[in-house]
Each structure stands twice: as structure tokens, then as C-alpha cells.
């Protein structure tokens, strides 16, 4: 293939920069969106050629289309989630809005890694709707249903209830189906929880701020001690405002927690899909096994095409699923690999340094009563 | 000018209180001493009375159950027949006493004691806390008195410290009380003041916006306490979650228990926050809270004095003509009067003092707190370094510009599956070659966060990478190419130094 060349020079991608832009919809109704910039750099290649730069707006739902696509397209791996669209486990401060700066500004973050992810793929990086997603700013949308991977979704989905009839589930598969599983709910459990905590660590601070105000008053009346509590009630404001950063930065942490949800959601959906092929073949097998059974009670002469048959759908049934588990430990050590660094509960390093400074210097004051 | 006001005071209180003249004459003095000292040094004061409450003990008996109070009393001044006494009350004799103070020392402000009942939610009398911290306010109420250059020196205060029967001398001491209660009427008798004088009026004002401040802090830091403990149930079951999804995983689960574990040290942290923020913050609030209003009640008993002698100079004057001499119980009026005054103000002072430094500690101890409590959650997350490392790595990554670098293809260098987000601070790469059985696994770049980098560091961020391996096998016999996947872990990170940024892009 053509571009297979161009995948072998080194290549740098990132979402830059994101914008707000006003636009018509489909059904030509004024609606507001984000876009966000997709930088792609190919660097000079060993023997001298030239650099490449190109870049190009995409919107939140052209990376869904994406990865709807890279879904049906690739059954068998589990493709990178994509950033939540909408925020979720948010505590009562956060902006639930889309518009939000700060949200933009994650999800900028959370796409840049989306890419990266399939980027690093050893199969999904040689997609070529992928590959013109990242060039291709026109169009595009066009190739992609082109491809026609929307019957195929849909036919793949209505068959979801086989989930109950696999007569002999893989036990791989099923453990797998266990662990995502239950990540999916200790994660969830954690952001839920973590939400909590946010909300009363706000409080805590927050309450803190009204020191701030009743010390300055206080200050009005006090002589000696005037001077010292005025400050000392500066620093209380210091101390509640602090909070705000120490959470936006908290929220960094939730993100991840929040791709890995996310990816264990992924997982699920391969397992799914392998027991509904592990349902075909069972399907298959046994279609086979009465039609043998049939052949041998008519005659005995054209059984051998039908075993052959057989022994095709059943090679294929079993390759997917290997091909499968080794994604999923791809997706395994993805996932410990990022849980590693994940060990943060970060808030406290730049927090504690913060409470510290600002009760340090609020003693100050104090001593100075 | 002291001298004639002591003798004056003698002179009221004897009427009044009927306080033997023994005693009350060497408190003038000693007053007057102290009084002298207090503008040199605030802690000059030499010290001869020690007092300490201790040991509560609770009784039960058939009508009734209540907790008394060890009383310690150790002192060189002559009044006491021994150096020591020891003697148990229990809080109606230190109600008892306080009242008794009020009546024979009207002019002074006396101390005030916890409250009797707490009404905010239903409190046990007799649980150990509330026991703990009413004996610290019981020892308090003694110790300001001890300090007091006038009230250590009264006779009711003597008898409290020393008697062995507290009951009997109060019994005798009931007679008195209903003179006492008919001269306190007299005394506060309807007289109307016309103006306060400036210097008291700015008193007032300073009570009641001092009061009005501290009830806020105080209900700010309930506040607080509130929020905080609302916090710790949240981080208790924070903690979990992560022990929880350590039972999930392999390789992670020691760095997820530490987590837990660390978040688990957290809120015990926060647990001595916020027991030591009730244990001593609050307590010292209210005591000023209260002392606000005995200060309210003492001047209001100075304005009465000085509605009378308003009031009766006003009699004179309409008499004047026809004597000329102003009558020897307006001018005792005066005189008490002034004695008040002077009185009230060098308790102001004193407690001006008191306030400023007991204020100053006590913030002070809030703030220590604080910092403690900071200073106990990284020094344990240090003990988990995977969870530390991960907090620093965060840090850095935050703030550099993550590289991008990818590099892609199949006989060149592969970066491994899953950079973590926004991290990205370090690539390992792998040098493969397809079509071969044997793969060489190599860390071919990192990059390195900007200074302060330390080998400790990298020996660290090594640690935490997992090394992939991956074959390829044959690309082109199959149209879909099979991969396997295993992982080992990088053994010997010690060895592994730092390579040129240069060498991977």
C-alpha cells in the first residue's frame, strides 16, 4: 500500500489548540462547538528528506466518528476510549459545561492522548481512515461512511442477546469479562467517591475564607494585636482561594481514573463481541454437526466438503480470540502502566506545600500578636 | 492617691460583705502592688499560690449522681495554715464560689465559669470528654483567680481552697446572703445614667463587637470541625476503594495498597485535627465569650454606681442654698464611685493582657496544628515511594511541555503501548526486527524532566516501567498479522544510566 511507506518515517502528532466556533448543523440550526487543531509532523527521515508539517480542525464528534468506525472495523482490539462528552462525576463546583475553558482544556488534553493511543498501535496506526483523519481535512466524513461501517454495526449489534446462549465460554474470555467488569465498578465507585471528597475538601477550605473576614474586623477593634490578625486574615484568604487550583489540578487525576473506566468499558465491548462469535461458531458447529448427521443418513459421498467447511469456520473462531487476548494484555499493561503513575493522590504534594506555607505564615502574624 | 482608694474599698466592703477586716487589708495592698507592677512587666508578678484541678471522680448516689474535682492548693502565703491542702469540689461549689465572689468583689471582674449545661445537641455529663474539658475550664476559672492581685486574696476563695466541709460554711454563710441580696437591690437600685464616660462607653462598644467577632470565629470553626468530620468519613471510605482494586490487580496492587494506606494515614491525621481543634480551640473561645459578659454585667454595676451618685449629687444641688457643705454620703458615693472605676480598669488592662496573650497562643496553636497535619501527609507518602514518585512525576509533567515524539513503523523504534496520559515525560522504545524469533529489548530513550533530575529519580521512573515485549511474526504470510505480547520487568535499573536525549529523536 502507498502510505505504507510514509508510516515508516517518524512522525509527531498533538492537538494543539482548540476553538470555539459557531456553525450550522445538519438540519441547519445555529449551534456552538469546539474544534480542536491536529498537528502532524513528519520528521526528517534518515536519508534526507524533507519535513512535513500539516494541520487541520476536527470537532469532538468527527473523533467519535473515528472511533465508531476503528470499533467495527477492528472487533477484535480494544481501541483507546475516547474523553467523556459530556463531564461526569463532577462535584457541585465544577462546571458542567461543555464550554467550560477548563473543560476544553482537558478534553484538548484527553484527544491528544486518544490519537497517541491509536498512533502507537501497531495495527489501528495502519488504518488508512486514520491515517486521512489525521491529513485529510475535507471529505472526510464522506470516506468514512463510504466504508459502509454503518450496516456492519448494525447487523453486529442486533445479535447482542448471544451474550446467554455461548454453550462453552473461553475461560480466558470470562475472566477477562470478570476483571473489566469489576474495574469498571471500583473505578466508577472511586470517582464517586472522589467527587465527595472534592465537594468536602471545598468546604473545608472555603470555611476557612470567612476566618479571613471576621479576623480583619476583629482587627478594627484590637490595638497590639491589630496588625497581626489583619494579615493573618489575608493569609486565611490565601489558604480558602488555594482550594480552586489544588482541585483543578485534582481533576487531572480524575481524568485518568476516568480513561481507564473508560478503557475497562472497551474491554467489555471486545469481550461481547468474542462471545458472539464464539456464538456463531457454536451456531455453526452445531449447523455443521446436524447436517453430517444428515449427509450420513442420506448417503455417504459429499460429506467432505461440509467437514471442510467446518474446519474453516473453527480455525477462524479460534485465531480472533487469540488475536484478541493479546490486545487485551496490550491493553493490560496500558493500563497498569498508567495506573503506575497514577499512585498520586497528587493533591497532597503541591497541597500540603501550600498548607503549610499558608498556616506558616499566618503563625507568623499570629506570634507577632 | 492608691492608698486612699484602698482604704475606701475596706471601708464599703465591710458593710456589705462583712469581710473581716484581716483579710482585706493585705489584698489593698498586695492590689496596689501589683497593680504598680503590671505597667513594668505582665508576668513580673511573683507567684506564692498554685492551685491545679485534677483527678474527677464520679459519685453516685441515691438522689443524685455528679462528678467532684481534685484541688490542689500549694502556697507560702500566710493566710493558708498549711503549705498544701487538698480538697474535692464538685461544680456547685465552684458555682457557689463565683457567686460569693460577685458579691464581696463587685468592682472586679470575675472570671467566668463554663457553662452549666450544654444545650447544643444531647451531650453526656459524664462522658470522659466533656469531663476532660470542664475540668480545664474549672482549672482555668482557678488559675485566673490565683493571678488576680484582689480576688486570691478574698475569704471565700480561701475557704474553697482549704475547708474540709464546704457545706457547713456555706450554710453559715446563708444568713449573709440575704443581707447581701437586699444591699446588691439597693445598690442597683433604678437610677438612671445620663452619659457613660468616653472611656468606658469605647469599653462597651469594644465588648459587644469583640463578643459579636468571637461567636462568629466560634461558629466558624464549629463550622469547620463540622466540615472536616464530613471529610474523614468520606476519606475513610476513599481508602478502601483503593484496597478494593488492588485485590483486582498484580503488579499494581502494592502501589494501590499504598495508597490506601497513605489515605488511610491521612485522615487519622485529620482525626487529630480536628479532636485537638475541639479539645482547645473551642474551649478558650467560649471561656471569652463568657468572660465578655461578666465584663457586661461589672460595667453595668459601674454605671449604676454612677446613676446614683448622679442622682443624688442632683439632690444636693437643688439643696444647696441651704447647705452649703456637700453631705458626707454623696461624696462616699463618689468615692465608690471612683474606686469602681479604677478598679474596672485595671482589670480591663489585666485582661486586655490576658486576652492578648492567650489569643496569641492559642491561634498560634491552630496554625501549628495546621502545619503538623500537613507535615504528617507527605512524610508518610514518602513510605510508598511508587505513590510518591507518582505524585512527583505528576508534578513535573504538569509543567513541561510533554513530548510528542512518535515514532512509528516496523523495523525502526517502537514507543510502548499506552503512554501514560499526560505524562509522557519518558518514551521506552524498543528496537525490533520482524521476521526474526528474537527480539532486542532495549530502553533506547527518555526524556528526562528539566532539572532537578536526580539518579534517584530515574532509578524510580525505571522501576515503574513495565517492559513489554513483542513479536512479530511474519507480517507477510497473513493478511492480519498475529502478535504476542508478554511482559517482563526491567530487573537491574540500577545499572541503566541515563542516556543523551539526542540518541531517540
Redesign the interface.
Given at each position: 500500500m502507498t502510505h505504507n511507506n510514509f508510516?515508516?518515517?517518524?512522525?509527531?502528532?498533538?492537538v494543539s489548540e482548540a476553538e470555539k466556533r459557531t456553525g450550522r448543523n445538519a438540519m441547519n440550526m445555529q449551534e456552538t462547538y469546539t474544534a480542536y487543531l491536529i498537528e502532524t509532523r513528519s520528521?526528517e527521515h534518515t536519508d534526507g528528506q524533507s519535513v512535513l508539517t500539516d494541520s487541520l480542525w476536527r470537532r469532538y464528534s468527527e473523533f467519535e466518528l473515528l472511533r465508531n468506525y476503528l470499533l467495527v472495523y477492528y472487533p477484535h482490539i480494544v481501541v483507546p476510549p475516547l474523553p467523556e462528552k459530556r463531564a461526569e462525576f463532577v462535584w457541585h463546583k465544577l462546571s458542567a459545561d461543555n464550554m467550560d475553558p477548563d473543560f476544553v482544556e482537558r478534553r484538548r488534553?484527553?484527544l491528544?492522548?486518544f490519537l497517541?493511543?491509536i498512533?502507537?498501535?501497531?495495527?489501528l496506526?495502519r488504518d488508512k481512515i486514520f491515517y486521512l483523519f489525521l491529513t485529510q481535512e475535507g471529505n472526510w466524513k464522506e470516506t468514512v461512511n463510504e466504508t459502509g461501517f454503518q450496516l456492519k454495526a448494525d447487523s453486529r449489534l442486533k445479535a447482542l442477546n448471544a451474550t446467554f446462549r455461548v454453550k462453552n465460554p473461553d475461560k480466558r474470555f470470562t475472566d477477562l469479562k470478570h476483571?473489566s467488569d469489576?474495574?469498571q465498578s471500583?473505578?466508577s465507585?472511586?470517582l464517586r467517591?472522589?467527587a465527595?471528597?472534592a465537594?468536602?475538601?471545598y468546604?473545608?477550605y472555603k470555611?476557612?475564607g470567612?476566618?479571613g473576614r471576621?479576623f480583619s474586623?476583629?482587627s478594627a477593634?484590637e490595638k497590639?494585636?491589630g496588625d497581626?490578625l489583619q494579615s493573618?486574615g489575608h493569609h486565611m484568604d490565601v489558604y480558602a482561594s488555594s482550594i480552586d487550583d489544588i482541585l483543578e489540578?485534582e481533576e487531572?487525576?480524575a481524568?485518568?481514573l476516568k480513561?481507564y473506566l473508560f478503557y475497562a468499558e472497551a474491554l467489555r465491548a471486545v469481550c461481547r463481541k468474542h462471545e458472539l462469535m464464539q456464538y456463531d461458531l457454536e451456531m455453526a458447529a452445531q449447523d455443521l454437526a446436524s447436517k453430517k448427521q444428515q449427509c450420513e443418513e442420506l448417503a455417504t459421498g459429499t460429506v467432505r466438503t461440509f467437514s471442510l467447511k467446518g474446519m474453516t469456520t473453527k480455525l477462524f473462531g479460534q485465531?480472533t480470540p487469540?488475536?484478541r487476548e493479546?490486545?487485551i494484555?496490550?491493553?493490560e499493561?496500558?493500563?497498569?502502566?498508567?495506573?503506575?503513575?497514577?499512585?498520586?493522590?497528587?493533591l497532597?504534594?503541591?497541597?500540603?506545600?501550600k498548607?503549610?506555607q499558608v498556616?506558616?505564615n499566618?503563625?507568623e502574624c499570629?506570634?507577632k500578636? | 492617691m492608691f492608698v486612699s482608694l484602698g482604704r475606701k474599698r475596706f471601708d464599703l466592703i465591710l458593710p456589705n460583705g462583712g469581710t473581716p477586716a484581716g483579710t482585706s487589708s493585705p489584698a489593698s495592698s498586695s492590689s496596689l502592688l501589683n497593680r504598680l507592677q503590671l505597667d513594668d512587666d505582665i508576668d513580673g508578678e511573683t507567684r506564692d499560690l498554685f492551685v491545679i484541678v485534677d483527678d474527677p471522680k464520679k459519685h453516685v448516689c441515691t438522689m443524685e449522681t455528679y462528678i467532684t474535682y481534685r484541688i490542689t492548693t500549694k502556697s507560702t502565703r500566710v493566710e493558708f495554715d498549711l503549705p498544701e491542702y487538698s480538697v474535692r469540689r464538685r461544680y456547685q461549689d465552684f458555682d457557689w464560689l463565683r457567686s460569693k465572689l460577685e458579691e464581696s468583689q463587685p468592682t472586679h471582674l470575675i472570671p467566668p465559669l463554663p457553662e452549666k449545661f450544654v444545650v447544643k445537641g444531647v451531650v453526656d455529663r459524664f462522658s470522659e470528654e466533656f469531663v476532660e474539658t470542664r475540668r480545664k475550664a474549672l482549672d482555668k476559672f482557678l488559675k485566673r483567680i490565683t493571678d488576680h492581685p484582689v480576688l486570691s486574696f478574698n475569704e471565700h476563695f480561701n475557704v474553697f481552697l482549704t475547708a474540709k466541709d464546704l457545706n457547713a460554711y456555706k450554710k453559715q454563710g446563708i444568713a449573709l446572703l440575704t443581707r447581701m441580696g437586699e444591699s446588691v437591690k439597693h445598690v442597683t437600685g433604678g437610677y438612671k445614667l445620663r452619659t457613660r464616660p468616653l472611656e468606658f462607653a469605647a469599653i462597651g462598644d469594644?465588648l459587644d463587637?469583640?463578643a459579636l467577632?468571637l461567636g462568629?470565629?466560634d461558629r466558624?470553626a464549629q463550622?469547620?470541625i463540622k466540615?472536616?468530620i464530613?471529610?474523614l468519613v468520606?476519606?475513610r471510605?476513599?481508602g478502601p476503594?483503593?484496597s478494593?482494586?488492588s485485590a483486582?490487580?498484580g503488579?499494581?496492587a502494592e502501589?494501590?495498597e499504598?495508597?490506601s494506606a497513605?489515605?488511610g494515614n491521612?485522615s487519622t491525621a485529620l482525626e487529630e485535627l480536628t479532636d485537638d481543634m475541639t479539645e482547645d480551640f473551642l474551649p478558650v473561645l467560649r471561656e471569652y465569650i463568657l468572660y465578655s459578659d461578666s465584663m457586661k454585667s461589672v460595667l453595668k454595676k459601674r454605671d449604676q454606681v454612677q446613676a446614683e451618685y448622679e442622682a443624688k449629687l442632683e439632690a444636693v444641688a437643688l439643696r444647696k442654698e441651704d447647705r452649703p457643705k456637700v453631705p458626707a454620703d454623696v461624696e462616699k458615693c463618689q468615692d465608690r464611685m471612683e474606686c469602681f472605676n479604677a478598679d474596672l480598669k485595671a482589670d480591663m488592662e489585666r485582661w486586655q493582657n490576658n486576652k492578648?496573650q492567650d489569643?496569641?497562643q492559642l491561634?498560634?496553636g491552630m496554625?501549628?496544628k495546621?502545619?503538623q497535619?500537613?507535615?504528617k501527609?507527605?512524610h508518610q507518602?514518602t513510605v510508598?515511594f511508587?505513590?510518591?514518585?507518582?505524585?512527583?512525576?505528576?508534578?513535573y509533567c504538569?509543567r513541561n511541555k510533554r513530548p510528542?515524539?512518535?515514532?512509528?513503523?516496523?523495523?525502526?523504534l517502537?514507543?510502548?503501548?499506552?503512554?501514560?496520559?499526560?505524562?509522557g515525560t519518558f518514551l521506552q522504545c524498543q528496537r525490533y526486527s520482524a521476521g526474526k524469533t528474537t527480539t532486542e529489548t532495549s530502553l533506547l530513550c527518555v526524556f528526562f524532566p528539566p532539572p532537578p533530575f536526580t539518579p534517584q529519580w530515574f532509578s524510580i521512573s525505571i522501576y515503574?516501567?513495565?517492559e513489554?515485549v513483542?513479536l512479530?511474526s511474519s507480517l507477510s504470510k497473513s493478511s492480519?498479522?498475529?502478535?504476542?505480547?508478554?511482559?517482563c520487568s526491567v530487573k537491574h535499573y540500577e545499572n541503566l544510566k541515563p542516556r543523551d536525549e539526542t540518541t531517540c529523536?
Open positions: 508510516w515508516l518515517k517518524k512522525i509527531e502528532i498533538s520528521v488534553i484527553g491528544e492522548n497517541l493511543r498512533a502507537s498501535h501497531p495495527i496506526c476483571y469489576e474495574l471500583v473505578i465507585h472511586l467517591v472522589r465527595r471528597v465537594d468536602r475538601l468546604g473545608v470555611v476557612h470567612n476566618y471576621v474586623e476583629w477593634i497590639e494585636m497581626g493573618a489540578d487531572h487525576y481524568d485518568q480513561e485465531e487469540e488475536q493479546a490486545r494484555k496490550v491493553l499493561e496500558q493500563i497498569n502502566e498508567g495506573e503506575q503513575q497514577l499512585k498520586s493522590k497528587n497532597e504534594g503541591s497541597m500540603c506545600k498548607g503549610i498556616w506558616t499566618a503563625k499570629f506570634s500578636m | 469594644y463587637t469583640f467577632k462568629t470565629i466558624i463550622r469547620i466540615e472536616e464530613e471529610y468520606e476519606l471510605e476513599y476503594v483503593y478494593t482494586w483486582l490487580e503488579e499494581l502501589p494501590l499504598g495508597v497513605c489515605i491521612c492578648r489569643f496569641r491561634l498560634m496554625a501549628d495546621n502545619i497535619y500537613y507535615e501527609i507527605p507518602n510508598h511508587a505513590s510518591w514518585r507518582g505524585s512527583r512525576l505528576f508534578h504538569r510528542s515524539k512518535f515514532l512509528l513503523g516496523t523495523e525502526t517502537l514507543p510502548t503501548q499506552g503512554l501514560a496520559p499526560h505524562t515503574s516501567m513495565v513489554s513483542r512479530e492480519i498479522p498475529l502478535c504476542y505480547e508478554g511482559t529523536s
